[in-house]
């Protein structure tokens, strides 16, 4: 029904920058809130960003000031702007999309690695 495609993960090192971009396509009514997270290895998947349609946004502490999160309401894609990047981010990071009106969904990307090593 719904397909998400991220791409913009690599490898680069500390306090270096990257750009997440994460792509909807399908049957799609209306895509409400967007958001990014991420899965260190041992450790559980936790909510890094949030967008909502009219652009209100909401970070983790930890990203606060570094990452920032906005959407193309017209080409159905949310990004991820990673600045001043540190080690600790490294994780694999996962696009989510709520996606529906009465009845609402969420659909999840494939998951893309983010590796910040010298």
């Known amino acids: 029904q719904v397909h998400l495609v991220e791409s913009g993960g690599g490898l680069v090192q500390p306090g270096g920058s990257l750009r997440l971009s994460c792509a909807a396509s399908g049957s799609i009514i209306r895509i409400n809130t967007m958001g990014w997270y991420r899965q260190a290895p041992g450790k559980q998947r936790e909510l890094v960003a949030t967008v909502a349609r009219d652009g209100y946004q909401m970070y983790t502490d930890s990203v606060k000031g570094r990452f920032t999160i906005s959407r193309d309401n017209a080409k159905n894609t949310v990004y991820l702007q990673m600045n001043s990047l540190k080690p600790e981010d490294t994780a694999v990071y996962y696009c989510?999309?709520?996606?529906?009106?009465?009845?609402?969904?969420?659909?999840w990307g494939q998951g893309t690695q983010v590796t910040v090593s010298s």
């Open positions: 989510n999309v709520n996606v529906g009106v009465v009845r609402r969904n969420d659909y």
